[in-house]
């Protein structure tokens, strides 16, 4: 019942910003439509009346003071940068809005 | 180009949506301890959270939550009593995580409103903006663009990426639809995010500095025709940076999409971005397909819960409306509305207020700051409030000018000696000595000395010549080195001449 | 020396019969002889691990008082951000990536004085059973090198069956560190959720990742909970509660009348017939010990394997956006006129693994727009009904127990193309990690068909820790004195070890 065509599969690569190859793609459409089948059981049991729980403990309120603490100095901030220049991460063209 | 804006409105109702970005002015960051200063060297406000480092986790700020109730209440929200913080997931270069912590469908504040107010043909006139949200979230990195003409992202080679303002707290208040205000849509688009910057500066929250970025507006315009009920299809502008610009985007966005209609052409629903120098805007990115950002419920939070207690605490600290403050104080001092708004640009109304609740009269209060004071802010180049002058230091010195014991002469000279940083008026009087001569001895002694000096003057007093006296008072007070009371000269001075 | 428990070490540390020195150097030369065979270990830190251990020998030396584990060394999960030293995760896209910071699990190590070895072996982002998802190649199982160690914890499971490291650190999203456990002899405990910080643990589903110790035996396991347990302000889903008295527990490793549910659900069809023994004898062990065994029933569990492939995959697609090329780990093709997003595209497309891609996939389409609540959202509420399930259960029973998994430690190679298969050996762990509630998972014997490690699973609820650790010590003590000698020694000699 549940199925992710090719061109589902290509979209979410897309989203999920994962080049994928021609062969990838369908192979991962095959394999999510068996998935799919098995994970779509959480319906069978999942009734309107039935609370949805998005974390295990039920803590609410948990803040920290508005207080500033050291950062990281900017060598350790770029220490893992796969480029760098004038102490900021440089990064290839951005294309998209301003 | 050749519709009129009188064109437009005659023809089409424009429908405004307003959405604007504060920076609140927390010291730290939304999600962890970072510094928030502006203007910090690159990437020296970061952190591994900030940076999105793996494992980092984010904390909330509490001012920060605060803040946002703050802004809620004097928007008039109501307080959500359950509200959670949601991952809103794309990918972006300056978004360290590429998803931002935001709210979705679980925001804290809603449905509160803006009263405004605009001139128009018939007079001043009302409109009820409403708000239909006011959630937080984070800032986003900047970023410089290196090559290219422009030094714009189209064309540039590569960019260079400076975290600092990454996660630097953010609330977006989100208007309903404005329908209705005809005509008159830029000037209540200007004043809405007027008022609303106001509202926000006098709650203490964030700088609202348009120029800075502290506070951004994205202005929604969309129009249809004139007795329709079917909603346009919006544009939504962005880069809006000052007051004038809110008003010139919404007029200029409105004759645009009219000439597109009047074509026949269709509305493109897209970003476009405000361009100061021309007031027009260019496109942006085209939101048709609209990005699927896959919101949930952030794992790494846990929900707020504000009760009531909290709540009411939060209330209890929210200043009056300025708009209404200042109406009421308006009539209070009984001022002129030039006299309030020369206050207001001034940026002295809170200091006159404060002068005037130490016990100052109102006029005399506001002559002194918007007067001398300002004068020699003037001189000095700095802002009132940064020279070594307080409202309780004036408020002394209207006093002592009430009491007698200063003359407006000398007591601008302990405002300047106030300013010199000598100390308080008593220090600056006792220190230079100032004090009127209100001896009659002293005083008769000297007007003895004038008039023998000046016995033609004088005569001409004593046969009843009460112009000339003037001459005589003058030198008197010269004599006595401006510290003697003029009125009291002119009585004794009168009375020595026989003509009291 | 290096087959003694942690807390044998720990004593004889104390009465200076060893220095830490010496006892960090054995391991070394032990990793050094037979880890080519186990590839438990992706980075092995000697200088860093020397350095720690003379620091303590030199505090002991002046008479400070240390921590009941001081001087012991570990193995850590190379998901766990530790400053300076390289933390890959099993990925390639993390090669070479130093933190700048370390993890509050490590910080509390080295508080503790525990000296730390090096990183282990995992599923790339701890999505697996088996570490053959690792990016650098899978761990063996000491038991028998053609057979897997677990996963996703396998490379800290098969250094403490190898003898590499007397104790270590794991992570359980869905069964981690008890799968493993159970497939190579060893005690793995999940604590609570919210008991140990996730601060420094590179998220792979921030709502059911909790990270625990690993150990030999049931008290070094409690006595590195302890070490590394507590309130951490930088974790907002940290509880503000005393740790459980776990170590307590695990001397008493007292039984009697304690209320012990067999899980209903999480047995039966489906289980390996050696499995089914070594689970009835543990029963009767435990019985025998005071303990009274009743049966619940969970009938919400047959749907947590498919809620857990859900939000997992959910919350991973979201938390692994984050490795994009931009600020840290590899880049790829970044050449001229190349655009940021094409570069993100195909950093994505090396550098993560087939598995991850799945589930960043799976997890996309999980939460994207029209889908939400058919899948997250039931999901989320199928969450809700498993955590009722346990509260019904506990309200019959002080601790739930049921087999680690169903079967044995399969081939290397057996279920890698068969994600659904691979994905049913978490069926009895997934459950506690869904409620957030602790497990642990100890040895019960040897299937007989096979010869190989099966695993007891005891869960407990929320901050209840030291319950499992009770029952723990009791199947323990009672297990080895039928057995005459831990599990372990029956495991292949490796590497000519004393």
């Given amino acids: 019942m549940s199925s992710l065509s090719r061109d589902d599969v290509a979209k979410l690569a897309g989203l999920a910003r994962i080049e994928m190859s021609e062969a990838e793609l369908v192979a991962f459409s095959n394999e999510f439509t068996v998935i799919l089948d098995a994970v779509a059981r959480v319906q069978e049991v999942a009734g309107a009346d039935v609370e949805a729980t998005s974390h295990p403990l039920p803590l609410r309120n948990v803040f920290r ?25 440089r990064v290839p063209q951005i294309l998209g809005e301003e | 180009m050749s519709l009129t804006y009188d064109d437009v409105v005659a023809k089409y109702e424009p429908v405004l949506g307003l959405e604007v970005h504060v920076e609140l002015n927390t010291n730290s960051k939304m999600f962890c301890g970072c510094s928030t200063i502006f203007g910090a060297e690159p990437n020296t406000q970061t952190c591994p959270v900030c940076l999105a480092l793996p494992g980092a986790l984010p904390t909330v700020n509490e001012k920060a939550i605060e803040s946002t109730i703050k802004i809620g209440l004097a928007l008039n929200c ?43 043909d018939e007079g001043t006139k009302q409109f009820r903006v409403e708000v239909e949200r006011v959630h937080m979230e984070e800032d986003t990195g900047k970023s410089l663009h290196v090559g290219g003409a422009t030094g714009r992202i189209h064309g540039a080679d590569y960019s260079l990426l400076d975290y600092n303002r990454a996660g630097i707290p953010l609330v977006e208040i989100v208007t309903k639809i404005v329908p209705g205000t005809g005509k008159y849509a830029p000037e209540v688009a200007k004043a809405y995010v007027s008022e609303l910057r106001d509202i926000l500066r006098g709650l203490g929250v964030s700088d609202v500095k348009m120029e800075q970025g502290s506070l951004r507006c994205d202005a929604n315009v969309s129009l249809r025709l004139i007795g329709s009920d079917v909603l346009g299809t919006r544009s939504e502008t962005k880069n809006v940076n000052s007051l004038r610009s809110v008003e010139r985007a919404v007029r200029g966005e409105m004759i645009r999409h009219a000439e597109l209609l009047n074509k026949g052409e269709r509305v493109v629903q897209e970003t476009r971005h405000f361009q100061e120098d021309t007031g027009l805007t260019r496109s942006g990115r085209s939101k048709e397909q609209a990005e699927d950002y896959r919101y949930f419920p952030e794992p790494d939070l846990v929900p707020v819960a504000p009760d ?6 939060l209330r209890a600290a929210i200043p009056e409306r300025p708009s209404l403050h200042r109406k009421r104080l308006q009539e209070a001092w009984n001022v002129p509305a030039k006299e309030m708004e020369a206050m207001i640009n001034a940026d002295v109304l809170g200091i006159v207020e404060a002068t005037v609740a130490l016990g100052a009269d109102p006029t005399k209060a506001r002559s002194w700051w918007l007067g001398e004071i300002s004068r020699l802010a003037n001189e000095r180049d700095t802002a009132i409030a940064d020279l070594a002058i307080t409202p309780t230091d004036v408020a002394a010195i209207v006093a002592l000018v009430e009491k007698g014991e200063l003359t407006d002469k000398l007591a601008r000279q302990v405002v300047e000696g106030v300013i010199a940083g000598e100390g308080t008026p008593a220090d600056v009087v006792a220190k230079r000595g100032i004090k009127v001569v209100n001896d009659d001895g002293a005083l008769m002694a000297a007007i003895e000395k004038v008039c023998a000096e000046q016995a033609e003057t004088a005569e001409k007093v004593r046969s009843g010549h009460l112009p000339a006296a003037g001459a005589l008072i003058g030198a008197v007070m010269k004599e006595t080195k401006g510290q003697a009371d003029a009125a009291r000269v002119r009585e004794l001075l009168l009375a020595h001449l026989g003509q009291a | 020396m290096i087959r003694s428990t942690a807390a044998e070490m720990a004593a004889k540390l104390v009465a200076g019969e060893v220095t830490s020195v010496a006892l960090t150097q054995a391991h070394l030369d032990r990793i050094a002889s037979v880890d080519s065979d186990v590839h438990a270990f992706l980075y092995v830190d000697t200088e860093g691990a020397l350095a720690q251990a003379a620091a303590v020998d030199a505090k002991r030396a002046k008479g400070e008082k240390l921590s009941p584990l001081a001087g012991v060394p570990l193995a850590l999960k190379d998901v766990m951000a530790q400053k300076g030293i390289p933390t890959t995760c099993g990925s390639k896209i993390l090669e070479g990536w130093r933190p700048p910071y370390d ?40 038991w028998d090198l053609t057979r897997i160690p ?14 590499e490291a007397p104790l270590a650190i794991g992570t359980d999203t869905g069964g981690s560190i008890r799968q493993p456990a159970a497939v190579t002899g060893t005690v793995g405990v999940k604590p609570t959720y919210g008991g140990v910080s996730r601060y420094g643990l590179v998220a792979f589903s921030s709502s059911l990742d909790q990270a625990g110790p690993c150990a ?29 008295q776990v170590v307590a527990a695990a001397k008493s490793g007292d039984v009697k009348g304690m209320k012990i549910g067999v899980v209903k659900e999480l047995n039966g069809d489906g289980y390996q017939a050696g499995v089914r023994a070594r689970f009835e004898e543990s029963l009767e062990l435990l019985a025998k010990a005071g303990a009274e065994i009743v049966e619940v029933s969970a009938p919400n569990f047959e749907y947590a394997l498919a809620a857990y492939y859900l939000i997992a995959p959910s919350e991973c697609s979201s938390n692994l956006a984050r490795f994009d090329a931009m600020r840290y780990g590899l880049r790829v093709g970044d050449v001229d006129g190349a655009s940021a997003e094409s570069v993100m595209n195909l950093t994505r497309e090396v550098g993560f693994g087939k598995e991850v891609k799945r589930r960043i996939i799976l997890g996309t389409y999980a939460l994207s727009s029209g889908y939400y609540d058919a899948y997250y959202g039931s999901a989320q509420k199928v969450r809700t009904l498993i955590t009722q399930d346990f509260t019904n259960a506990f ?18 190679g057996e279920k890698a193309n068969d994600p659904l298969a691979m994905y049913l050996n978490d069926i009895a762990t997934i459950p506690v990690n869904m409620a957030g509630i602790g497990g642990m ?10 010869g190989l490690p099966v695993g007891f699973q005891i869960m407990s609820p929320v901050m209840k820790d030291e319950r499992m650790y009770s029952v723990g010590a009791a199947l323990e003590a009672a297990l080895l004195s039928k057995w005459g000698a831990p599990l372990l020694d029956k495991a292949p000699i490796m590497g000519g070890a004393k």
Avoid at chain 3, 401 to 411: E, G, I, M, N, Q
């Fill in chain 2, 308 to 313: 009531a207690a909290w709540i009411e605490e």
């Fill in chain 3, 395 to 412: 309200a019959k029973a002080d601790v739930l127990v049921s087999p680690t998994c169903p079967t044995t430690a399969f081939k290397i």
């Fill in chain 3, 441 to 450: 998972s100890l040895p019960s014997g040897l299937a007989d068909e096979d």
């Fill in chain 3, 103 to 142: 993890s509050t699990v490590v910080a509390n190590l080295k508080k503790n004085d525990i000296v730390i070895l090096g990183k282990t072996n995992m599923d790339e982002f701890a999505m697996g059973s088996s570490t053959e998802n690792s990016a650098y190649g899978p761990t063996h199982n000491p």
């Fill in chain 1, 65 to 89: 003071k508005d207080v500033v603490v050291p950062s990281l100095t900017p060598e350790e901030a770029l220490s893992g940068a796969p480029a760098q220049e004038e102490q900021r991460f």
């Fill in chain 3, 150 to 163: 677990g996963g996703s914890g396998g490379g800290s499971s098969a250094a403490l069956a190898a003898f």
């Fill in chain 2, 78 to 120: 109501s307080i959500a009593p359950f509200s959670r913080f949601a991952r809103k997931n794309y990918f972006y270069p300056d978004m360290p995580k590429n998803f931002q912590i935001s709210q979705y469908d679980e925001p804290i504040c809603v449905n509160g409103y803006v009263d405004v107010e605009i001139q128009t």
């Fill in chain 3, 216 to 244: 030999r035996t049931v008290l070094d396991a409690a006595l590195l909970h302890e070490a590394i347990a507590g309130h951490d302000p930088k974790d907002s889903t940290s509880i503000n509660a005393p740790v459980p």
